[in-house]
């Protein structure tokens, strides 16, 4: 949702600045949201979040504002002017203003549909097999950017690397984090969850329990993990992006879906094991339905096999180069052939990396 930038006067009756805040707030996004300034905020800065309940999927930004000659500025993620306040606000710490200002508003685009390498783990321990309950679905709006799981010992975990924040004005439910590269993952429905305004937390922190808390709007049943993935300040559709070396396939209508591991399938319904998040250099191999894959002294067929990976295997690339054109999985065709680790060569054809360019740049 689009919403354009807008200045609102501090009313002369408030008993302090962040009253004001709020009320700049509620004038963008309506009566019916709810405001959490952080304490952090003063009579020239503010932060917090802002979230909009509704009966289906709430809606959730962060926000930063400045106040000039009794007028706050109100920047909502996705937004160009918050990428700006953030960079400059004196509130913020040299983490966030880092992070948050180097959001690309309105990059969603070419991209992000040529590169979804996410470097992410499933929202779980790494070695736990939890049930995939539901497939992609929305958060707000229309993009299916969401999945659900549960099960295993019910902790929820930090995917990536970022910056953490409680959403719901409760502090219960939702955590947000904000990861580099223009991802941020969302965690509803936490029971027992982590109370954070900005905190860093390492990949596999402990975020929460499964739940059905709906602090924040929305329906439960069942305990589980509401995992969403945001791109350049908004929801995106998580068709096609992997998690736990698990690659999430849309199929149906929402909640319908499926995960590939290599060749491996599994609907919903069914388990996904957590094999660690996949590096950004690495790929795991798709051989589309077969066992194993020919290693090559060189990128082409015209050179000898000197081994084999087997469908699934993580591999490390070096390098790329141009060789003989393959065709792998949903008649993806490519030139493109990969140099490992151990100095062999396989087509990228058969090796999933999130993107059909190279990962580790050209071989000179």
Same mark, same amino acid.
């Given at each position: 949702?689009?919403?354009?930038?807008?200045?609102?006067?501090?009313?002369?009756h408030a008993a302090?600045?962040?009253d004001?805040?709020?009320?700049?707030?509620?004038?963008?996004?309506g009566?019916?949201?709810?405001v959490?300034?952080?304490?952090?905020?003063t009579?020239?800065?503010?932060?917090?979040?802002?979230?909009?309940?509704?009966s289906?999927?709430?809606e959730?930004?962060l926000?930063?504002?400045?106040?000039?000659?009794g007028v706050?500025r109100?920047a909502?993620e996705?937004?160009?002017?918050?990428a700006?306040l953030s960079a400059?606000s004196?509130?913020?710490?040299?983490?966030?203003?880092?992070t948050?200002g180097a959001?690309?508003?309105?990059a969603?685009g070419a991209?992000?549909?040529?590169d979804?390498?996410?470097g992410?783990r499933l929202p779980?321990?790494?070695?736990q097999?939890w049930?995939?309950?539901?497939g992609?679905h929305?958060?707000?709006?229309?993009?299916?950017?969401?999945?659900d799981?549960?099960?295993?010992?019910g902790?929820?975990?930090?995917?990536r690397?970022g910056?953490a924040?409680?959403?719901?004005?409760?502090?219960?439910?939702?955590v947000?984090?904000v990861?580099?590269? $223009?991802?941020?993952t !969302?965690?509803?429905h936490l029971?027992?969850?982590?109370?954070?305004?900005?905190?860093?937390?390492a990949?596999?922190?402990?975020? $929460?329990?499964i739940?059905?808390d709906?602090?924040?709007g929305?329906?439960?049943? $069942?305990?589980?993990?509401?995992f969403s993935?945001?791109?350049?300040?908004?929801y995106?559709?998580?068709d096609k992006?992997?998690?736990?070396?698990?690659?999430?396939v849309a199929?149906?209508?929402?909640?319908?879906g499926a995960a590939?591991? $290599?060749?491996?399938?599994?609907?919903?319904?069914?388990?996904?094991?957590?094999?660690?998040?996949?590096g950004l250099?690495?790929?795991v191999?798709?051989? !589309?339905?077969?066992?194993?894959?020919?290693?090559?002294?060189?990128p082409?067929?015209?050179?000898p096999?000197?081994?084999?990976?087997?469908?699934g !295997?993580?591999?490390?690339?070096?390098?790329?180069?141009?060789?003989t054109?393959?065709?792998?999985?949903?008649s993806y065709?490519?030139?493109?052939w990969?140099?490992l680790?151990?100095g062999?060569?396989?087509? !990228?054809a058969?090796v999933?990396?999130?993107?059909?360019?190279?990962?580790?740049?050209?071989?000179?």
């Amino acid at each position: 949702m689009a919403l354009s930038l807008v200045g609102v006067a501090t009313p002369a009756h408030a008993a302090a600045p962040r009253d004001g805040l709020v009320a700049a707030v509620v004038a963008r996004l309506g009566p019916s949201v709810q405001v959490n300034v952080a304490p952090r905020s003063t009579d020239k800065w503010g932060f917090g979040t802002a979230v909009r309940p509704t009966s289906a999927y709430p809606e959730g930004w962060l926000f930063v504002a400045r106040r000039e000659t009794g007028v706050w500025r109100i920047a909502l993620e996705g937004e160009a002017e918050f990428a700006t306040l953030s960079a400059a606000s004196a509130i913020l710490t040299g983490d966030e203003r880092r992070t948050l200002g180097a959001t690309k508003a309105g990059a969603r685009g070419a991209e992000s549909t040529t590169d979804r390498r996410t470097g992410m783990r499933l929202p779980f321990a790494v070695g736990q097999t939890w049930r995939y309950t539901g497939g992609p679905h929305p958060m707000s709006g229309s993009a299916r950017s969401s999945i659900d799981l549960a099960g295993g010992d019910g902790k929820v975990l930090a995917a990536r690397a970022g910056l953490a924040y409680t959403m719901c004005r409760s502090g219960r439910g939702w955590v947000r984090v904000v990861h580099d590269r $223009g991802y941020a993952t !969302d965690y509803y429905h936490l029971e027992g969850n982590i109370k954070v305004d900005g905190k860093r937390v390492a990949e596999g922190a402990f975020l $929460g329990n499964i739940g059905n808390d709906v602090s924040c709007g929305g329906r439960s049943t $069942g305990k589980h993990v509401h995992f969403s993935l945001r791109r350049d300040g908004a929801y995106t559709a998580i068709d096609k992006y992997s998690f736990g070396k698990w690659v999430v396939v849309a199929s149906g209508g929402a909640y319908d879906g499926a995960a590939l591991h $290599g060749s491996k399938r599994v609907v919903v319904g069914g388990g996904l094991y957590n094999y660690g998040a996949l590096g950004l250099a690495q790929g795991v191999v798709d051989t !589309d339905g077969g066992s194993t894959l020919n290693r090559r002294s060189g990128p082409g067929t015209a050179n000898p096999v000197v081994g084999t990976v087997t469908d699934g !295997d993580t591999v490390t690339i070096t390098c790329s180069a141009r060789g003989t054109t393959h065709t792998g999985r949903n008649s993806y065709a490519t030139d493109l052939w990969n140099k490992l680790a151990d100095g062999s060569w396989v087509s !990228d054809a058969y090796v999933w990396t999130g993107t059909g360019a190279p990962v580790n740049g050209l071989c000179t």
